[in-house]
């Protein structure tokens, strides 16, 4: 599903280049939960941004779906992050002042789906995520799970390929995040590809594959104490 060969990214910071990724190598099978950890500065960010097709390798090859990511349009990344790809980020990203079912309807409908349609798919996916009755609640009427769970139905109602998490439990209490990482196993036991990144190993201990990032470059083995 996800193929990363010798991928490179530089970025300049003043007058200094900085390599942010160095011929990272990295693979995710369809159905895989990957966790990929790292401390701050390691490069996991711009890992996220190449894998959620924010952002382009400078060398290297990367394949999502057998679709050549270097050589894709503007317009073409933009397409396979709508249609192939749900985020779930750490500050949630909801719309202040767009209701619970509001902010799960948004995407769908700039997927062309009708009204109609999003509203009755956004209330299904509200209530897989336990918040059958908080659909006319602002995020901030809503806890900081219940935020989180808006921000995964969001993700979900759009029948994305992968979930790519960034930090979903980093703006929520232990107990909390707990609850919110149950409900992504609970996702991939039901054959959901997820892709995590977090700098919290036990969070990272939790899930199938661990992938630790340090400079830039990647291993299978850990490499920094948190």
């Given amino acids: 599903m996800i193929s990363m060969k010798e991928v490179s990214k530089t970025y300049l910071m003043g007058d200094t280049e900085v390599k942010a990724l160095d011929k990272v ?19 996991k960010s711009t890992l996220m941004n190449m894998l959620g097709c924010l952002d382009v390798p400078d060398s290297g090859e990367y394949f999502l779906d057998g679709i050549d990511i270097n050589n894709s349009s503007d317009r073409e990344l933009a397409r396979i992050r709508n249609h192939k790809i749900g985020f779930v980020f750490q500050n949630f990203n909801l719309l202040s002042k767009l209701n619970a ?20 798919l956004a209330y299904e996916y509200l209530e897989k ?12 009427e809503l806890s900081g799970g219940q935020q989180q769970r808006v921000a995964i139905a969001r993700a979900l109602a759009c029948n994305p390929q992968i979930i790519l998490a960034d930090e979903p439990t980093g703006a929520l209490d232990q107990k909390t995040g707990q609850e919110i990482i149950a409900m992504l196993k ?14 919290d190993t036990h969070i990272a201990q939790q899930v199938n594959r661990q992938v630790n990032i340090i400079d830039g470059q990647i291993s299978d083995e850990p490499r920094w104490n948190h």
Wanted: proline residues 5%.
């Fill in 25 to 43: 190598n990295f693979s995710v099978e369809k159905g895989e939960f990957v966790a990929i950890v790292g401390p701050s500065g390691s490069g």
């Fill in 101 to 120: 079912l509001e902010n799960v309807e948004v995407p769908l409908m700039y997927k062309g789906m009708s009204a109609k349609q999003s509203r009755k």
């Fill in 129 to 140: 995520v336990g918040l059958k009755d908080r659909e006319k609640h602002t995020p901030k």
């Fill in 186 to 199: 609970e996702l991939n036991q039901n054959g959901q590809t997820i892709i995590l990144i977090t700098h």
